[in-house]
Every structure is written in structure tokens, then in C-alpha cells.
């Protein structure tokens, strides 16, 4: 039985994502931008005199030290991560054989469980959602040996994120990415233990939300955002390439999309109308930064990022909102009360 593709693809549009058009990287090297180098926390000595609830001097703490491992790991280059899988050792056994794959996609994601994954899927390898070229201009390819890709996805804490906008759930965002980071991190060392070759990434190198829909961890939503079964779009996902055998996952449906046409409860609670209102996902891109070709419900990426600068901190409200991730919105400053 042909299985139903979970994209709709125009492929003489649709071309590989080049990261310097993404916001994050823009702000970085940009100077044309009108935000380079600008800090999403520019206003927070200032925000923090008004006593905001939600965004007070204990709050910001919070959330920069959430950010803690994620910032740290980006400042390691990547081959001086060292697991037991570099000592030497290590070096002298041979390389494990895999003689059962779907035993050893049990295995990783025990493993992936073990080290912190609520939800990880399997994918081939699939090129066309690797970035074209990245943040610094250099072009992406990735070697043929990597045949699969492992998808995972952390919850994301679900009182921190119920205050959005106010910082305490910026501090539930943060600890996600420092999560993942850890997790990447660790699974990379198992795998490379083994003797095989990985390509460890949190947001880089490739697109991880179209990746997690082919290894079947969710679908898209009208938000822009991965919606898994268990915790809608409230989690943070990382990938990794690889040549470890491995048996694949397929795309789910769980009426994600014929749900949203009629909800638009994310769009209503968007402070800045980032968010279609379209029944219909489509082909129309809303701003530079979207990547045409793909039917869906594009997001205006350059109005939501606006929006952090305004708010002082990131934003999650069209998470909290959303049915299927299963919280109540609560005021800013009650993270403190629970
Ligand atoms: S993060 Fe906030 S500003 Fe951005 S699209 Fe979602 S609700 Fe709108
Ligand atoms: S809030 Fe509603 S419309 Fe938005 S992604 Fe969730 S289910 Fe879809």
C-alpha cells in the first residue's frame, strides 16, 4: 500500500533552505538587517526597573541560566567532545555489527529515552532538507554514508510555558535547547562508541521540523511548528545523522491539519498576526525569511521576531495556546507559586 506523503511539494519552486535568510543568522552577519546585532535582551535593565510580573530580576536569572549548556556547547568545536567513544581503548575494539536493525532502532531509542528524549523516530536520509549553505556562507553537503536520520523531541516544561510571554517561559524555551544539547550530545558519543559516524545538530545543518514529520513524531501545524500526539508543539527537537544501520519510522496522521483549519486559536493569540488566518494552508510565503514551495501555513517570521525585541525576551504564546499541548495559560509570575 503507497503510504499518504505528509507535504504537499512544488518541486519546481522548492529549493534547499539557504540558513542565511533565517532571522537568528541574519541578525549575526547581516548588516543590511535592520536588527543586526541586536539583542533580544537590549531592554532588560530597563523592563526589569518597571516590575513587571513575570519579568523581574529573578526571572531573567532563570532563564540565562537555562541557557547554560546549550551556549556553552556552541562555543566547543565539535571534535573536542569526547565521550568514551575517543579513548584509545575504545579505538582498538571493532566495529559492532548490526545484524538485527530493528533491534538496534530499539536500542537507540532506549538509549535516546535513557538520556532525556520524550519521543525519537527514524528517517532515511533525506537531502532535501539540509540546509544549502550556512550561517557563514559555507554550502552544506553531506557525506553518502549518512543514511539515516534520528529525530528527537524533549517536553518542554509545561508552568514555565504557560506564562507566555513573560520570562519565565523564555526560561522553559531555554532549558529545552540546553536539554537537546545534552541529548545530541550524548546519543552522538553511544553511536560513535560503536564505531560508526554521526552528525550531531540542534537547529543547524538541516531542517528538523520536516525531518521529525517523516520519522513520524508529529505533524505541522498552523503555528509553523511540529505537533506531536502526546505534547502538541511543546517540545524542542535535535536530529542526528547517521551510518549506524537502522530500521525506519513512517509519517503519522492524527488530524492535525483538518483540526487546524477550524482552530486558529494560535492565530487569534498572536499579539502581532505572525499566524495565518487562511482556512486553507497554501503556497503563499508571508515574509523573506520563508522558503516557497511547500503548501502550509506560512509563517511572518520577521513580525514574530519584532515582537521578542518589543516583549524583552522570547515568545510561546502560540504553544501555550495550542489544544494539543495540553496546559492552561497562567499569569506571569505564578511559576513562583507552584
Ligand atoms: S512566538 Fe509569539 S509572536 Fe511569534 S508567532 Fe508565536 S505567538 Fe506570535
Ligand atoms: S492552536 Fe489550533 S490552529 Fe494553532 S496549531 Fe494548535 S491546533 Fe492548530
Same mark, same amino acid.
Given at each position: 500500500?503507497?503510504?499518504?506523503?505528509?507535504?504537499?511539494?512544488?518541486?519546481?519552486?522548492?529549493?534547499?533552505?539557504?540558513?542565511?535568510?533565517?532571522?537568528?543568522?541574519?541578525?549575526?552577519?547581516?548588516?543590511?538587517?535592520?536588527?543586526?546585532?541586536?539583542?533580544?535582551?537590549?531592554?532588560?535593565?530597563?523592563?526589569?526597573?518597571?516590575?513587571?510580573?513575570?519579568?523581574?530580576?529573578?526571572?531573567?536569572?532563570?532563564?540565562?541560566?537555562?541557557?547554560?549548556?546549550?551556549?556553552?556547547?556552541?562555543?566547543?568545536?565539535?571534535?573536542?567532545?569526547?565521550?568514551?567513544?575517543?579513548?584509545?581503548?575504545?579505538?582498538?575494539?571493532?566495529? =559492532?555489527?548490526?545484524?538485527?536493525?530493528?533491534?538496534?532502532?530499539?536500542?537507540?531509542?532506549?538509549?535516546?529515552?535513557?538520556?532525556?528524549?520524550?519521543?525519537?523516530?527514524?528517517?532515511?536520509?533525506?537531502?532535501?532538507?539540509?540546509?544549502?549553505?550556512?550561517?557563514?556562507?559555507?554550502?552544506?553537503?553531506?557525506?553518502?554514508?549518512?543514511?539515516?536520520?534520528?529525530?528527537?523531541?524533549?517536553?518542554?516544561?509545561?508552568?514555565?510555558?504557560?506564562?507566555?510571554?513573560?520570562?519565565?517561559?523564555?526560561?522553559?524555551?531555554?532549558?529545552? =535547547?540546553?536539554?537537546?544539547?545534552?541529548?545530541?550530545?550524548?546519543?552522538?558519543?553511544?553511536?560513535?562508541?560503536?564505531?560508526?559516524?554521526?552528525?550531531?545538530?540542534?537547529?543547524?545543518?538541516?531542517?528538523?521540523?520536516?525531518?521529525?514529520?517523516?520519522?513520524?513524531?508529529?505533524?505541522?501545524?498552523?503555528?509553523?511548528?511540529?505537533?506531536?500526539?502526546?505534547?502538541?508543539?511543546?517540545?524542542?527537537?535535535?536530529?542526528?545523522?547517521?551510518?549506524?544501520?537502522?530500521?525506519?519510522?513512517?509519517?503519522?496522521?492524527?488530524?492535525?491539519?483538518?483540526?487546524?483549519?477550524?482552530?486558529?486559536?494560535?492565530?487569534?493569540?498572536?499579539?502581532?498576526?505572525?499566524?495565518?488566518?487562511?482556512?486553507?494552508?497554501?503556497?503563499?510565503?508571508?515574509?523573506?525569511?520563508?522558503?516557497?514551495?511547500?503548501?502550509?501555513?506560512?509563517?511572518?517570521?520577521?513580525?514574530?521576531?519584532?515582537?521578542?525585541?518589543?516583549?524583552?525576551?522570547?515568545?510561546?504564546?502560540?504553544?501555550?495556546?495550542?489544544?494539543?499541548?495540553?496546559?492552561?495559560?497562567?499569569?506571569?509570575?505564578?511559576?513562583?507559586?507552584?
Amino acid at each position: 500500500m503507497e503510504r499518504k506523503k505528509p507535504f504537499v511539494i512544488d518541486e519546481k519552486i522548492y529549493k534547499r533552505y539557504d540558513e542565511r535568510k533565517q532571522l537568528f543568522c541574519r541578525t549575526d552577519v547581516d548588516k543590511e538587517y535592520k536588527n543586526y546585532k541586536r539583542e533580544i535582551y537590549e531592554k532588560m535593565s530597563d523592563t526589569i526597573k518597571e516590575k513587571k510580573s513575570g519579568y523581574s530580576r529573578i526571572d531573567y536569572a532563570l532563564d540565562s541560566a537555562a541557557w547554560t549548556l546549550y551556549e556553552t556547547y556552541k562555543l566547543i568545536p565539535r571534535e573536542n567532545i569526547r565521550g568514551l567513544g575517543y579513548y584509545d581503548s575504545y579505538k582498538s575494539l571493532p566495529k =559492532y555489527r548490526v545484524e538485527d536493525k530493528e533491534k538496534m532502532s530499539k536500542i537507540i531509542k532506549r538509549v535516546a529515552s535513557f538520556f532525556g528524549a520524550s519521543l525519537t523516530g527514524i528517517t532515511n536520509f533525506d537531502e532535501r532538507w539540509v540546509y544549502s549553505y550556512d550561517c557563514n556562507g559555507d554550502k552544506i553537503e553531506i557525506p553518502e554514508k549518512y543514511k539515516y536520520a534520528i529525530v528527537m523531541a524533549v517536553e518542554m516544561d509545561r508552568v514555565g510555558l504557560g506564562s507566555s510571554p513573560s520570562v519565565t517561559s523564555a526560561a522553559a524555551t531555554a532549558l529545552g =535547547y540546553s536539554k537537546i544539547t545534552f541529548l545530541v550530545m550524548h546519543l552522538g558519543e553511544f553511536i560513535k562508541s560503536l564505531g560508526y559516524h554521526t552528525i550531531d545538530m540542534l537547529n543547524d545543518t538541516a531542517l528538523s521540523i520536516p525531518l521529525a514529520i517523516q520519522a513520524g513524531l508529529g505533524q505541522l501545524g498552523r503555528n509553523g511548528l511540529l505537533i506531536t500526539r502526546d505534547y502538541g508543539p511543546r517540545v524542542r527537537i535535535c536530529k542526528i545523522f547517521t551510518d549506524l544501520p537502522l530500521e525506519i519510522d513512517h509519517p503519522i496522521d492524527f488530524g492535525v491539519t483538518e483540526y487546524c483549519k477550524n482552530c486558529k486559536l494560535c492565530a487569534e493569540a498572536c499579539e502581532v498576526d505572525a499566524i495565518s488566518f487562511d482556512d486553507e494552508p497554501s503556497f503563499e510565503i508571508k515574509c523573506s525569511e520563508n522558503n516557497p514551495g511547500v503548501k502550509k501555513w506560512y509563517i511572518n517570521a520577521e513580525k514574530c521576531y519584532d515582537y521578542w525585541y518589543e516583549n524583552g525576551v522570547d515568545c510561546a504564546t502560540c504553544i501555550t495556546v495550542c489544544p494539543f499541548s495540553k496546559i492552561k495559560q497562567n499569569k506571569p509570575g505564578d511559576f513562583w507559586k507552584i
